[in-house]
């Protein structure tokens, strides 16, 4: 039989396997980091009307700059971090992880090597991978801080073009203070000088601030952003990215042409019209990840602090095991192949309440 490796398909792609967090079919699934909350249904009833409105020019190409949301996105990032953000500096995409793709295709790329400080965020190495760009995997410490030592020498050492900090970091939780990452970007500026990515993916879960105002004068800083999370529309696929304006012209370059449907942006418009209303539902999740802190701790476990909307908890002799014992409670939770460790995505009351007694459970079968 035909298999992958008997096609003429890249070198460094031998071998490799693709993203695939399972998609199982459990009652409480809390595993890939997504908002429990439907949208509500006003919001639906706007999406549809945006989208019949969108429907009747659908023979034409969408906006290819997607100046409308581009501008409402920067209004939501302005209105939320207090610093000004226009149109010339967001640039929107099929996700965070298109964005991340159309940043490693304009700064990376073959002959070129990005860098993450590990366990991190896996796409961030694939998106390299495929891009054609080498991947440095950077340190971090035991407790998954990131040592800012360390993480200078790594970058003077290998000089990469590209260097991503995840904040708050997926899949351990924990925030980078502001003076890491300022420390960072100045090595990588001295090294090389290269790009900077802030993946605030989870940022709108913090208790800290977002770093966006750090792009002012630091025209090699890029904060990206996504409405997966905190605007619980994973299935929207629209991400975006806060940076100078000559980094909106430079992705400009790879993008394919209308990348961005109509109905994308149509449905995300919708979206930023119910902000506040979407962040209310962060409020309560942010409230249930400090419940499941709480929980987890009082039960035995080992947390890492965390500023996401997932936490993870440990420790496991064997992580596979207890992931495995955990689903057949009906309750599927992450396994990011870190040694001990398992993460756990925030959802409603009542999923989070099915977790906590499968956990409680293990616990007492241990004893
Ligand atoms: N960055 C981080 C740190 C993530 O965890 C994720 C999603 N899991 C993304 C980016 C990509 O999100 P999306 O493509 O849905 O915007």
């Given at each position: 039989?035909?298999?992958?490796?008997?096609?003429?398909?890249?070198?460094?792609?031998?071998?490799?396997?693709?993203y695939g967090a399972p998609q199982l079919d459990v009652?409480v699934r809390l595993n890939t980091n997504e908002n429990p909350y439907?949208?509500?249904?006003?919001?639906?009833?706007?999406?549809?009307?945006?989208?019949?409105?969108?429907?009747?020019?659908?023979?034409?190409?969408?906006?290819?700059?997607?100046?409308?949301?581009?501008?409402?996105?920067?209004?939501?990032?302005?209105?939320?971090?207090?610093?000004?953000?226009?149109?010339?500096?967001?640039?929107?995409?099929?996700g965070s992880n298109?964005?991340?793709?159309?940043?490693?295709?304009?700064?990376?790329?073959?002959?070129?090597?990005?860098?993450?400080?590990?366990?991190?965020y896996s796409m961030?190495?694939?998106?390299?991978?495929?891009?054609?760009?080498?991947?440095?995997?950077?340190?971090?410490?035991?407790?998954?801080?990131?040592?800012?030592?360390?993480?200078?020498?790594?970058?003077?050492?290998?000089?990469?073009?590209?260097?991503?900090?995840?904040?708050?970091?997926n899949p351990?939780g924990?925030?980078?203070?502001?003076?890491?990452?300022?420390?960072?970007?100045?090595?990588?500026?001295?090294?090389?000088?290269?790009?900077?990515?802030?993946?605030?993916a989870y940022?709108?879960f913090?208790?800290?601030?977002?770093?966006?105002?750090?792009?002012?004068?630091?025209?090699?800083?890029?904060?990206?952003?996504t409405?997966s999370k905190a605007?619980g529309a994973a299935g929207l696929r629209?991400?975006?990215?806060?940076?100078?304006?000559?980094?909106?012209?430079?992705?400009?370059?790879?993008?394919?042409?209308?990348?961005?449907?109509?109905?994308?942006?149509?449905?995300?418009?919708?979206?930023?019209?119910?902000?506040?209303?979407?962040?209310?539902?962060?409020?309560?999740l942010?409230?249930?990840?400090?419940?499941?802190?709480?929980?987890?701790?009082?039960?035995?476990?080992?947390?890492?602090?965390?500023?996401a909307n997932f936490v993870q908890?440990?420790?496991?002799?064997?992580?596979?095991?207890?992931w495995?014992?955990?689903l057949?409670?009906?309750v599927l939770v992450r396994d990011n192949?870190?040694?001990?460790?398992l993460r756990v995505s925030a959802g409603?009351?009542?999923e989070?309440?099915?977790f906590?007694?499968?956990?409680?459970?293990?616990?007492?079968?241990?004893?």
């Amino acid at each position: 039989m035909t298999g992958i490796d008997d096609l003429p398909v890249r070198d460094e792609l031998r071998g490799k396997s693709p993203y695939g967090a399972p998609q199982l079919d459990v009652p409480v699934r809390l595993n890939t980091n997504e908002n429990p909350y439907p949208l509500p249904e006003p919001l639906v009833e706007r999406i549809a009307e945006r989208v019949r409105e969108a429907a009747r020019d659908l023979n034409r190409y969408p906006d290819r700059d997607a100046v409308e949301l581009r501008t409402q996105l920067a209004k939501y990032l302005t209105d939320t971090s207090g610093h000004e953000v226009g149109l010339a500096n967001v640039w929107a995409a099929n996700g965070s992880n298109e964005v991340i793709q159309q940043l490693l295709q304009t700064f990376g790329g073959p002959g070129r090597t990005a860098i993450g400080f590990e366990p991190s965020y896996s796409m961030h190495g694939l998106i390299s991978r495929g891009t054609g760009t080498g991947w440095i995997s950077g340190p971090r410490r035991d407790d998954f801080t990131i040592d800012v030592e360390a993480a200078t020498k790594a970058i003077t050492e290998h000089r990469p073009d590209v260097v991503f900090i995840t904040t708050p970091n997926n899949p351990t939780g924990n925030a980078v203070p502001r003076e890491t990452v300022l420390a960072l970007y100045e090595a990588a500026q001295a090294a090389k000088p290269s790009m900077v990515v802030v993946d605030e993916a989870y940022i709108e879960f913090s208790h800290g601030d977002s770093l966006l105002p750090l792009i002012e004068g630091r025209p090699n800083l890029v904060v990206s952003r996504t409405m997966s999370k905190a605007f619980g529309a994973a299935g929207l696929r629209l991400g975006y990215l806060a940076a100078h304006p000559a980094v909106v012209d430079a992705v400009q370059l790879v993008r394919l042409p209308y990348h961005l449907s109509a109905v994308t942006q149509a449905t995300a418009l919708a979206a930023l019209e119910h902000t506040d209303t979407l962040l209310k539902y962060v409020e309560q999740l942010k409230s249930e990840r400090d419940r499941l802190v709480a929980e987890l701790r009082a039960t035995g476990y080992e947390v890492v602090e965390s500023d996401a909307n997932f936490v993870q908890f440990g420790r496991f002799e064997d992580s596979h095991t207890t992931w495995q014992k955990i689903l057949d409670r009906g309750v599927l939770v992450r396994d990011n192949g870190i040694p001990g460790w398992l993460r756990v995505s925030a959802g409603t009351p009542e999923e989070n309440d099915a977790f906590l007694d499968a956990v409680r459970e293990l616990k007492k079968e241990q004893s």
